[in-house]
Nanobody
């Protein structure tokens, strides 16, 4: 079984910074893409940032220049550094990963439980 556990959410004032972490654990052989999504109240879940195994990254237009995604492959961990936060960034942030478990023949997509980020004005 594979688990994704996020940490680092919280309450911050506009203009502040937060760093989210997501650690994957369990019977892991390899991880391809890892990413962060967010869902605000009354809105659909949306992609924030994604990083592929070769460190290729992609960001939502709304966070470009403010957020930075990175990963530590040795720790099966992905990070999201969020700077210049705005009230519109308030949402539950979810970690996502494509994982190939040991003794499996195909990658499977996993989600974390989510961590709340609240930005006050």
């Amino acid at each position: 079984q594979v688990q994704l556990v996020e940490s680092g959410g919280g309450l911050v004032q506009a203009g502040g910074s937060l760093r989210l972490s997501c650690a994957a654990s369990g019977n892991i052989f390899s991880i391809n893409a890892m990413g962060w999504y967010r869902q605000a109240p009354g809105k659909q879940r949306e992609l924030v940032a994604i990083i592929i195994s070769g460190a290729n990254t992609n960001y939502a237009d709304s966070v470009k220049g403010r957020f930075s995604i990175s990963r530590d492959n040795a720790k099966n961990t992905v990070y999201l550094q969020m700077n210049s936060l705005k009230p519109d960034d308030t949402a539950v942030y979810y970690c996502n990963a494509d994982v190939l478990a040991r003794y499996s023949s195909s990658y499977r997509n996993y989600w974390g439980q989510g961590t709340q980020v609240t930005v006050s004005s």
